[in-house]
């Protein structure tokens, strides 16, 4: 059966005069992931960075550079900018003194004396004066792995730079914080975020709704990566892609939905609001914490005095600890809903 598709689906070639290579190329182009299809491929080219980028170009242009630190949240560049930097100081020889690791897979001693070691003991090749050794998630490292890597950063300084790349520099211990310049990744900003998926709508000729732009960028939070591999995902239904869609394919609930259950209990409808939490857990899928991180987001859209949302805020971590070591998060949602219903009566606010 399998032959005959073959056959079948060449002999459709054949009468539609595509040659064999070109459909393959044209099948590898759609399993592609975006992310890496539209990852930068030079400096400039990273989105929201600007101050790190000029700051990253200045070493481009000396070809030397000290061991760096990257820190920030997911999504906002790390990576991508420490491959440019690679690829524009090496040029084509970059794969050869150019090394990525991730630290979250082996985090101890051992990989530390051993491959990290090896490869920074080794002359780097093609002329290079350096070689790279990029850590990606360097946080996740032990502190004896940490201690031994700060010897290994010092003992091959004269023919290997580290990029160590994080989301929380204050993991790092401070010997080798001392040892980096330290670059610290923003969240994109949305109006950055909004041009550049909307240049990706453009090459793979979507159809996108201003309010699914909109959506996106509300989803992602400053994480271009969860952005473009969001519009993908809603890609894969069809060719136009609209508000609905964003928020159904990422598990997101809309946030006038968050904010008319917080408005409901406010009022003083406890029950209403139960049915409310349950639409949208069981519509959207969505777990005890994500339903907190979007309450804590709707907070700041309420009409309601300052120092209301300063105790709602406050019961809202309260209930997030409760959840994350293990209580019943059904229980801690609804007792955050009660909390709710006893502030808008003891303050007076039903009509918000």
Request: net charge neutral; proline share 3%; with cysteine.
């Amino acid at each position: 059966m399998i032959a005959s598709s073959i056959q079948f689906g060449f002999g459709n070639l054949m009468q539609m005069y595509i040659s064999p290579k070109d459909f393959l190329e044209a099948m590898k182009e759609m399993r592609e992931i975006w992310i890496e299809k539209y990852r930068p491929k030079q400096l400039k080219e990273v989105i929201g960075q600007k101050e790190v980028i000029d700051r990253l170009q200045s070493y481009v242009r000396t070809k030397n550079l000290p061991h760096l630190m990257f820190a920030g949240p997911a999504g906002t560049g790390k990576t991508t900018s420490a491959l440019a930097l690679a690829k524009e100081i090496f040029g084509e020889a970059w794969r050869n003194n150019f090394v990525e690791m991730n630290a979250s897979d082996e985090r101890g001693i051992d990989v530390v004396r051993g491959k990290i070691k090896e490869f920074a003991r080794t002359s780097p090749i093609g002329g290079a004066g350096f070689k790279i050794i990029f850590l990606d998630e360097a946080d996740a490292l032990t502190s004896d792995a940490q201690a031994a890597l700060r010897r290994t950063m010092e003992k091959y300084s004269a023919i290997c730079r580290f990029i160590l790349s994080c989301n929380y520099s204050s993991k790092i211990i401070e010997p080798i914080q001392s040892r980096c310049a330290v670059f610290r990744f923003r969240p994109v900003r949305a109006e950055d975020m909004k041009k550049h998926i909307q240049w990706i709508a453009k090459m793979e000729k979507l159809e996108v709704s201003d309010e699914a732009f909109d959506a996106l960028v509300h989803v992602a939070s400053g994480d271009m990566r969860k952005a473009v591999n969001s519009l993908q995902v809603a890609a894969a239904l069809g060719d136009k892609v609209t508000i609905d869609i964003i928020y159904q394919t990422t598990g997101t609930a809309r946030p006038e939905e968050v904010k008319r259950l917080l408005v409901t209990a406010l009022s003083g409808n406890f029950l209403e609001a139960r049915n409310l939490l349950d639409e949208l857990m069981i519509s959207y899928g969505l777990s005890g914490e994500d339903v907190i991180k979007q309450i804590h987001k709707s907070f700041f859209e309420l009409n309601i005095p300052d120092i209301e949302k300063v105790k709602l805020i406050d019961k809202t971590g309260e209930v997030e600890f409760r959840i994350v070591e293990g209580s019943n998060e059904r229980i801690q949602l609804e007792a955050l809903l009660a909390y709710l219903v006893l502030v808008g009566s003891t303050t007076g606010t039903r009509k918000i």
